[in-house]
């Protein structure tokens, strides 16, 4: 059973939880007033009337001090319908305010009053009966003080006699008594729960208005953005997150249109990638079986250079396949950077040389900055293979100028390589996806070195596997700067 009501919360709306929660409240505090009500009324109504004497006793001790007007006291006693006898030490009446009309202490004679005063100073505390005209009176005692109440059972009216004792600030001793009475309260039980009745039907339909509003602004818009997360899980990103409510669920619309967005630019790089690749695959794959057939169908075509031309596309179609691995891999985290020790700066001036010298033909120049040679541990062949993609990619895009510059910058704890070419630039909302693996520009290369898109996405594996950073600065026209840091 428990666990079918688990089963059952589990499985429930958010509009169902909601109501549930509301009406659970509501029922736990109509039952609430409702045992208080039945139960405690009476209880609670006596307690009232008896602290309402106790306040009445002490404030006419603040009157006897100097510390509060009699007008205060009249007022209150007229307030709360109770009425006062004030006596000195020696059994002198010296205030009187009468209050509700059966006043026990103003019909009791003035010997029943001074015996129960000298009772209070000769009873330590101990209970005291006390008859009048067929009427038991219960003195009853607050232990540890010197307080006293009297309890009137005659019918169903219950009166309360304070008794206190006290010493002004002049040493003169004083005894206060105030008599407060609890009337029948059958009508006003009923009258009370007749207003809990109305109350707790109004309750109801508050509550019913309160669910329909909550629904319209808080589960309504969930609702709608829970039915269009569906529609985006197969695979529809063109769907509009427009939900409207409080800020929280106004965050989360907008959360799922920007994962919308995203989802459906890398939904467009993988449908180039796979369009780039399969171009790319198709080109030596083609050259391969046709150099082949060539090979086995023409006597005298069964030369070095053209089984040389297989082995180059062979080794083209190797080198791709590698990089995809390469990248799945160290993202993965299935394979590690090999550390050793070398000579950072030397390997920059050797490959920039070596491209340089490729080049030379096209016009190209090439130059390398740097102040003094820098020793790094890292994986040689990944830092290699990143500088080398930063700089085949300045060539792609170096525009007509052919003028690329690398720079080596060394601050307190790393170094900073920069590729710097001057061609065409980046477009602003182009950047932040040039470091995607299936991001490919192909129609802003100029020189024909083609790629898969792979290279700048390779550069930030292994640049991050080494805990370094990468970016890029560009502007449209003036050509873009590339580079990475790395921990010396």
């Given at each position: 059973m428990v666990d079918r009501i688990k089963t059952y919360f589990r499985d429930m709306t958010i509009r169902g939880k909601i109501q549930s929660y509301i009406l659970a409240f509501l029922m736990i505090l109509m039952a609430t007033l409702w045992v208080i009500q039945v139960v405690f009324f009476n209880t609670i109504y006596k307690l009232v009337k008896r602290q309402e004497a106790t306040e009445v006793a002490q404030l006419a001790a603040q009157v006897i001090n100097g510390q509060q007007r009699i007008e205060r006291l009249v007022e209150e006693v007229a307030e709360k319908e109770v009425c006062i006898v004030v006596f000195n030490s020696e059994m002198q009446q010296i205030q009187s305010l009468d209050g509700p009309r059966d006043c026990i202490i103003h019909k009791m004679s003035y010997q029943e009053k001074a015996d129960i005063i000298n009772g209070l100073k000769n009873t330590n505390n101990r209970f005291l009966e006390y008859t009048q005209e067929d009427v038991t009176y219960r003195l009853v005692?607050?232990?540890?003080?010197?307080?006293?109440?009297?309890?009137?059972?005659?019918?169903?009216?219950?009166?309360?006699?304070?008794?206190?004792?006290?010493?002004?600030?002049?040493?003169?001793?004083?005894?206060?008594?105030?008599?407060?009475?609890?009337?029948?309260?059958?009508?006003?039980?009923?009258?009370?729960?007749?207003?809990l009745a109305i109350v707790t039907m109004f309750a109801f339909v508050f509550a019913f208005l309160l669910l329909i509003f909550i629904s319209r602004i808080i589960s309504d818009p969930i609702e709608q953005i829970n039915k269009k997360a569906k529609i985006l899980a197969q695979g529809k990103y063109d769907v509009d997150f427009d939900a409207k409510g409080y800020k929280e669920i106004n965050e989360l619309s907008e959360t799922m249109a920007f994962t919308a967005k995203e989802l459906s630019n890398l939904e467009k790089l993988r449908r180039e990638f796979v369009a780039n690749v399969s171009h790319d695959l198709r080109t030596p794959l083609t050259m391969i079986s046709g150099y082949a057939e060539v090979m086995r169908d023409i006597p005298g075509e069964n030369t070095a250079e053209n089984a040389q031309v297989i082995i180059n596309e062979t080794k083209r179609l190797s080198d791709m396949v590698s990089d995809v691995l390469s990248i799945s891999k160290i993202q993965s985290?299935?394979?590690?950077?090999?550390?050793?020790?070398?000579?950072?700066?030397?390997?920059?001036?050797?490959?920039?040389?070596?491209?340089?010298?490729?080049?030379?033909?096209?016009?190209?120049?090439?130059?390398f900055n740097s102040d003094r040679d820098v020793f790094i541990t890292a994986d040689k062949t990944m830092i290699d293979r990143s500088f080398y993609n930063l700089l085949a990619n300045a060539v792609n895009y170096s525009g007509d100028r052919k003028e690329i510059i690398v720079n080596q910058i060394v601050k307190r704890n790393f170094v900073r390589i920069e590729v710097i070419d001057f061609g065409r630039g980046i477009s602003e909302h182009t950047l932040p996806y040039i470091w995607e693996r299936y991001y490919k520009d192909d129609k802003n290369s100029m020189y024909g070195i083609k790629s898969s898109g792979l290279g700048l996405s390779i550069v930030k594996t292994f640049i991050e596997a080494h805990n370094g950073t990468c970016g890029v600065k560009s502007r449209v026209g003036e050509g873009s700067t590339f580079w990475f840091e790395i921990g010396i």
């Amino acid at each position: 059973m428990v666990d079918r009501i688990k089963t059952y919360f589990r499985d429930m709306t958010i509009r169902g939880k909601i109501q549930s929660y509301i009406l659970a409240f509501l029922m736990i505090l109509m039952a609430t007033l409702w045992v208080i009500q039945v139960v405690f009324f009476n209880t609670i109504y006596k307690l009232v009337k008896r602290q309402e004497a106790t306040e009445v006793a002490q404030l006419a001790a603040q009157v006897i001090n100097g510390q509060q007007r009699i007008e205060r006291l009249v007022e209150e006693v007229a307030e709360k319908e109770v009425c006062i006898v004030v006596f000195n030490s020696e059994m002198q009446q010296i205030q009187s305010l009468d209050g509700p009309r059966d006043c026990i202490i103003h019909k009791m004679s003035y010997q029943e009053k001074a015996d129960i005063i000298n009772g209070l100073k000769n009873t330590n505390n101990r209970f005291l009966e006390y008859t009048q005209e067929d009427v038991t009176y219960r003195l009853v005692t607050h232990a540890g003080s010197r307080d006293f109440r009297l309890f009137n059972d005659e019918d169903d009216v219950e009166t309360f006699v304070y008794v206190n004792k006290i010493v002004s600030d002049d040493g003169e001793e004083y005894s206060i008594l105030v008599n407060a009475q609890a009337f029948p309260f059958n009508s006003v039980i009923s009258t009370s729960r007749m207003v809990l009745a109305i109350v707790t039907m109004f309750a109801f339909v508050f509550a019913f208005l309160l669910l329909i509003f909550i629904s319209r602004i808080i589960s309504d818009p969930i609702e709608q953005i829970n039915k269009k997360a569906k529609i985006l899980a197969q695979g529809k990103y063109d769907v509009d997150f427009d939900a409207k409510g409080y800020k929280e669920i106004n965050e989360l619309s907008e959360t799922m249109a920007f994962t919308a967005k995203e989802l459906s630019n890398l939904e467009k790089l993988r449908r180039e990638f796979v369009a780039n690749v399969s171009h790319d695959l198709r080109t030596p794959l083609t050259m391969i079986s046709g150099y082949a057939e060539v090979m086995r169908d023409i006597p005298g075509e069964n030369t070095a250079e053209n089984a040389q031309v297989i082995i180059n596309e062979t080794k083209r179609l190797s080198d791709m396949v590698s990089d995809v691995l390469s990248i799945s891999k160290i993202q993965s985290g299935a394979i590690k950077p090999n550390l050793e020790s070398y000579n950072l700066t030397e390997n920059i001036r050797s490959i920039t040389k070596n491209l340089s010298d490729m080049l030379r033909g096209m016009d190209f120049k090439v130059e390398f900055n740097s102040d003094r040679d820098v020793f790094i541990t890292a994986d040689k062949t990944m830092i290699d293979r990143s500088f080398y993609n930063l700089l085949a990619n300045a060539v792609n895009y170096s525009g007509d100028r052919k003028e690329i510059i690398v720079n080596q910058i060394v601050k307190r704890n790393f170094v900073r390589i920069e590729v710097i070419d001057f061609g065409r630039g980046i477009s602003e909302h182009t950047l932040p996806y040039i470091w995607e693996r299936y991001y490919k520009d192909d129609k802003n290369s100029m020189y024909g070195i083609k790629s898969s898109g792979l290279g700048l996405s390779i550069v930030k594996t292994f640049i991050e596997a080494h805990n370094g950073t990468c970016g890029v600065k560009s502007r449209v026209g003036e050509g873009s700067t590339f580079w990475f840091e790395i921990g010396i």
